[in-house]
């Protein structure tokens, strides 16, 4: 479980450094962003949904570990977009 919370970590971490609005953009970078934490929220969830079976984990803290900043980034990415696109945020 700590090896799937750090990957997804390191993805999320990874993709809002791109969103850094004072940095110059990469769009394929942010893109590649979006997408790899999109694949580890996948793979994190299985994880946590067999801990919760398991009870290694209160269904409190499975609906609360991985789901908020996976739908988090989205916007953030979405804003990015924009903002490289010459577009309001």
């Known amino acids: 479980m700590a090896s799937v919370r750090a990957a997804f970590g390191a993805a999320a971490d990874a993709l809002l450094a791109c969103c850094d609005p004072s940095a110059p953009t990469d769009v394929s970078g942010l893109d590649a962003g979006l997408r790899a934490v999109e694949a580890r929220y996948h793979d994190a969830k299985p994880a946590l949904l067999a801990a919760g ?15 908020p900043l996976q739908r988090t980034a989205q916007p953030f990415h979405n804003s990015r977009r924009r903002l490289a696109d010459g577009r309001e945020p």
């Not at 079976?53 to 499975?62: G, K, V």
């Open 53 to 67: 079976a398991d009870t290694r984990l209160a269904l409190t803290d499975m609906t609360q570990a991985a789901a």
